[in-house]
């Protein structure tokens, strides 16, 4: 089983930036991708960012273009997203998820595994 774990969430000022970590443990852990997804308060949960684990462009939700940068760090078994230029609106719990197989980037259905979520919430 494989388990994983966000931190680096918090409350950060308008137009400042944060890094989230997720860190990978448990059975031999190759996934196929990584991606991060968020909620806000009475929205449905939505794409921000994914990354094909051996390499390739990562994608955004367009939202997020060039204000947040997802990475990888293979021998760590660790996904990264540095968000910067933060907005209000970004307020939301953000959560890991990794997907063994090829699939959709952009949809959860095509996700295997999920952390538990970490809150970020940006003030005005």
């Known amino acids: 089983q494989v388990q994983l774990v966000e931190s680096g969430g918090g409350l950060e000022q308008f137009g400042g930036s944060l890094r989230l970590s997720c860190a990978a443990s448990?059975?031999?852990?190759?996934?196929?991708?990584m991606g991060w997804f968020r909620q806000a308060p009475g929205k449905e949960r939505e794409f921000v960012a994914a990354?094909?684990?051996?390499?390739?462009?990562?994608y955004y939700a367009d939202s997020v273009k060039g204000r947040f940068t997802i990475s990888g760090d293979n021998a760590k078994n660790t996904v990264y997203l540095q968000m910067n230029s933060l907005k209000p609106e970004d307020t939301a719990v953000y959560y890991c998820?990794?997907?063994?197989?090829?699939?959709?980037?952009?949809?959860?259905?095509?996700?295997?595994?999920w952390g538990q979520g970490t809150q970020v919430t940006v003030s005005s």
């Open positions: 448990g059975r031999t852990f190759s996934p196929y991708a």
């Open positions: 998820a990794a997907r063994i197989w090829r699939g959709n980037d952009y949809d959860e259905k095509a996700y295997d595994y």
């Open positions: 990354i094909r684990w051996s390499g390739g462009r990562p």
